[in-house]
């Protein structure tokens, strides 16, 4: 069963805009959710988790994650969105089937343009 | 500091050739692990060491040979891989406690052919 995805393949945003990036779970328990950028030919980087606490989660770069239990949500935000923002975006959560390992079960990634 | 470094970066190779992939990291990690990205795909898990230990092998098949020789080291081995094989392969490392954040190096550029 999916446990995380990301409903949007590509995401276009004029620069300066407000962007959004979509990503829904669905496990039992307290999820552990990140989001996590790649650039070209990158490895990925993190920008943010939330494990408990504030719904409203402030990473890297300007990003904020809003999580929502009732929507099972945790979207990705940026009040004003640069052209250096142009990469592709994973949602990932921790792999509910494998606690002990740890590992991250990863959302299929959206692309997000920004255009100037 | 929270680098993982990962050579070479490219590679290319046949095969019939056996070649490996390192992975470092110096942040005193416990948790290591391998996975498998095909271009525009997430990545895919194949390997979790903790403490030095394999602990998961996602079935992946034995021309991939995984080793943990020391708690800062992760290698790879490779062995008759075929051209399927070439995908981006990153290491990433945590902290054993589960709420803690993995960190993945940059990827080594894989190219069977």
């Known amino acids: 069963a999916q446990s995380v995805a990301q409903p949007e393949d590509q995401v276009n945003v004029a620069e300066g805009n407000p962007l959004t990036v979509k990503c829904t779970y669905s496990?039992?328990?307290?999820?552990?959710l990140f989001w996590y950028v790649q650039y070209p030919n990158r490895g990925l980087q993190f920008l943010l988790k939330?494990?408990?606490?504030?719904?409203l989660v402030k990473g890297s770069y300007g990003f904020e994650a809003e999580f929502n239990k009732s929507q099972t949500s945790f979207h990705l935000k940026k009040p004003s969105a640069l052209v250096s923002d142009s990469a592709l975006y994973f949602c990932?959560?921790?792999?509910?089937?494998?606690?002990?390992?740890?590992?991250?079960?990863f959302g299929t990634g959206t692309r997000l343009t920004v255009i100037p | 500091d929270t680098e993982v470094t990962q050579t070479p970066k490219h590679l290319v190779m046949g095969m019939t050739n056996k070649k490996s992939l390192k992975c470092e990291q110096h942040?005193?990690?416990?948790?290591m692990y391998w996975y498998k990205q095909k271009a525009k795909k997430p990545p895919e898990l194949m390997f979790v060491?903790?403490?030095?230990?394999?602990?998961i092998n996602e079935s992946v098949p034995s021309r991939f040979s995984p080793e943990c020789p020391n708690s800062s080291l992760l290698n790879l081995h490779l062995h008759a891989l075929q051209p399927e094989d070439s995908a981006l392969y990153l290491c990433?490392?945590?902290?054993?406690?589960?709420?803690?954040?993995?960190?993945f190096g940059p990827g080594t550029r894989l190219t069977v052919l």
């Open positions: 990433a490392s945590k902290e054993i406690a589960s709420t803690d954040t993995q960190y």
């Open positions: 496990v039992s328990g307290n999820p552990y």
């Open positions: 939330y494990i408990t606490g504030d719904n």
């Open positions: 990932a959560v921790r792999d509910p089937f494998r606690s002990g390992a740890n590992n991250l079960f």
């Open positions: 942040m005193g990690h416990r948790a």
């Open positions: 060491y903790s403490y030095e230990k394999l602990s």
